[in-house]
């Protein structure tokens, strides 16, 4: 299945209970602290760096929730074996909240690592769910996130065996205002190759700032 048509289902979402709700536009920007390892069996490839994101959701109260996220970035090597390589990354998500505390989501991502020598870009489908638990009268959430990608499509890479993402933070909200630090992991176990197993992480420290832009009825 091809990109567009895993974003086209996304964007098949039932419009229709929520067609009279009031929806809320809310944008993000975060900066996180990455750190890129792989382990290709030859010893460990580190890189790190900086990398900038922005997100921009729809919600269609009381139950969904539509994004789109994009970011950019260098890592620069940490070891002789790594290359320094520019990131770019963009997502379509598609959320669905089943409980007060619990969202259900589904999404596709495309990530291109840009080295001097060769272009890589990851393709993923991604399925998982989100859990948030209040603190301090509601101001403040702990987060919980789990999200399995049963669909990676990686250049010159077999898919892998196993592809997982997750993170934990805390939000603090002021009015439309919200603030989250979160730590997040991504780990690809991929098949062996001449007996060599290939692992690869990505795990950042997350700094976001969003705020609630247009709470907006239809008439």
Known sequence: MTPG????????????????????????????????????????????????????????????????????????????????RHVAEVGLDARYRTLPWLWLETGVATRTYAAPIAIQRWTSLRLGGEARVAFFGGRAEGVGRVLFLPLVAVTGLDQPELAVAAAAGIEYRLGPVAAALFYSLERYDFPARDGVARIEQLSALTGRVSVRLLPFPRP
Request: negative net charge; charged residues 15%.
């Open 5 to 84: 048509r895993l974003a086209a289902l996304l964007l098949a979402v039932p419009w229709g209970a929520h067609a009279a709700a009031a929806q809320v536009l809310t944008a993000a920007a975060s900066v996180s602290a990455a750190l890129h390892r792989v382990d290709a069996g030859y010893g460990v490839e580190r890189s790190s760096g900086v990398l900038g994101g922005a997100r921009v959701s729809l919600g269609l109260p009381p139950r969904v929730e539509l994004g789109v996220t994009a970011g950019a970035g260098t890592l620069d090597r940490d070891s002789t074996s790594a290359e320094d």
